[in-house]
């Protein structure tokens, strides 16, 4: 990926704020202390939050950007992106926490040159039965499961997606793969579809676990079922951009058969048969509902 020289911005991360009030600390302090002793800027978007997120970000050394109105994490990202001065653009979500040795293992992977983009390990902590439970179906980025039980992974590191919350490209790399989709409103689906661009491009996504960032879990039942509707009208949106949707439905079926496979002694396999239950038919009601009266869609 070439030298990372010490006076050029080598990292520019980029994170979406929609408040997140009670993570952002945790966050920008985990930035703050970071091992790497290299030049690198932390960009953060604030997508018209109503809560005390702008004022916690401002205790900080970093640049934010104040949407004018809420448009969604994709352009959020875009825009963070054409103000970002670094050679590689780094992402995480404002609900995350990092390792202090996370840039520093990215610098690791891109000095290599083997690949043009790299997806990093999510850890999640131990939660309540329920939150288990939710972390157990894979989402986001692997969940408990683990990353390579949700995409293949092949001998060689390389993988077919990668997700927002811990993943890094060259800036080139992104902007000619045309950035984020800012068709989609929430969060998940605009990722895997920028996976799917780059790969479409020749480039090559390595999964990377010495990669880590912390995410908080999801421990709410009527929050799990909103996230998942939203998981719907994004697969509505990605199925009108992807031609080769089987192979989707195909990755999906072995993703769930994983699970099935790890949890299937687990005391919790009662309550992941219902949540993947309940989550596949709000999927399908947002869905269903995107396609009956689908936004105005981007080319």
């Not at 780094?90 to 840039?103: E, G, I, N, Q, Y």
């Not at 293949?152 to 993988?159: A, H, L, R």
């Given at each position: 990926?070439?030298n990372f020289?010490?006076?050029?911005m080598?990292?520019?991360?980029?994170?979406p704020?929609?408040?997140?009030?009670?993570?952002l600390?945790?966050?920008?302090?985990?930035?703050k202390?970071?091992?790497?002793?290299?030049?690198?800027e932390?960009?953060?978007?604030?997508?018209?939050s109503?809560?005390?997120s702008?004022?916690?970000?401002?205790?900080?050394?970093?640049t934010?950007?104040?949407?004018p109105k809420?448009?969604?994490?994709?352009?959020?990202?875009?825009?963070?992106?054409?103000?970002?001065?670094?050679?590689?653009?780094v992402?995480?979500?404002?609900?995350?926490?990092?390792?202090?040795?996370?840039?520093?293992?990215?610098?690791?992977?891109?000095?290599?040159?083997?690949?043009?983009?790299?997806?990093g390990?999510?850890?999640l902590p131990?939660s309540?039965?329920?939150g288990?439970?939710?972390?157990?179906?894979?989402?986001?980025?692997?969940?408990?499961?683990g990353?390579?039980?949700i995409?293949?992974?092949?001998?060689?590191?390389?993988?077919e997606?990668?997700?927002?919350?811990?993943c890094a490209m060259?800036r080139?790399v992104f902007h000619?793969?045309g950035g984020?989709?800012?068709?989609?409103?929430?969060?998940?689906?605009?990722?895997?579809?920028?996976a799917y661009?780059?790969?479409?491009?020749g480039?090559?996504i390595?999964?990377c676990?010495?990669?880590?960032?912390?995410?908080?879990?999801?421990?709410?039942?009527?929050?799990?079922?909103?996230?998942?509707?939203?998981r719907?009208?994004?697969?509505?949106?990605f199925?009108t951009?992807?031609?080769?949707r089987?192979?989707?439905v195909?990755l999906r079926?072995?993703?769930?058969?994983?699970?099935?496979?790890?949890?299937?002694t687990?005391?919790?396999?009662?309550?992941?048969?219902?949540?993947?239950?309940?989550?596949?038919?709000?999927?399908?009601?947002?869905?269903m509902?995107?396609?009956?009266?689908?936004?105005?869609?981007?080319v």
């Amino acid at each position: 990926m070439g030298n990372f020289l010490t006076n050029t911005m080598q990292f520019s991360i980029i994170i979406p704020v929609y408040n997140a009030g009670k993570t952002l600390a945790d966050l920008l302090t985990s930035l703050k202390n970071q091992t790497f002793s290299g030049l690198f800027e932390i960009i953060l978007i604030d997508d018209c939050s109503t809560d005390d997120s702008v004022s916690i970000v401002k205790q900080f050394d970093v640049t934010i950007i104040e949407s004018p109105k809420n448009q969604g994490p994709a352009v959020c990202r875009n825009v963070g992106a054409q103000r970002a001065t670094g050679e590689i653009l780094v992402f995480t979500d404002s609900d995350c926490r990092v390792d202090a040795s996370w840039l520093d293992t990215i610098r690791k992977r891109f000095e290599k040159g083997e690949t043009e983009a790299v997806m990093g390990r999510l850890v999640l902590p131990s939660s309540t039965y329920l939150g288990d439970s939710i972390s157990a179906l894979g989402f986001p980025a692997g969940g408990l499961v683990g990353y390579e039980k949700i995409w293949p992974v092949d001998q060689n590191g390389y993988t077919e997606s990668l997700s927002t919350c811990n993943c890094a490209m060259s800036r080139e790399v992104f902007h000619e793969a045309g950035g984020f989709d800012e068709t989609f409103p929430y969060p998940g689906g605009e990722d895997t579809l920028l996976a799917y661009s780059l790969r479409k491009s020749g480039h090559r996504i390595q999964y990377c676990p010495e990669i880590i960032v912390h995410h908080a879990p999801r421990t709410s039942f009527m929050g799990f079922l909103r996230w998942q509707y939203r998981r719907g009208v994004s697969s509505y949106l990605f199925s009108t951009k992807v031609t080769q949707r089987r192979d989707f439905v195909k990755l999906r079926i072995w993703s769930i058969k994983n699970i099935l496979h790890m949890y299937k002694t687990d005391k919790k396999i009662p309550l992941i048969m219902i949540l993947l239950f309940t989550g596949y038919c709000s999927q399908i009601l947002g869905y269903m509902l995107t396609k009956i009266n689908p936004p105005a869609l981007k080319v």
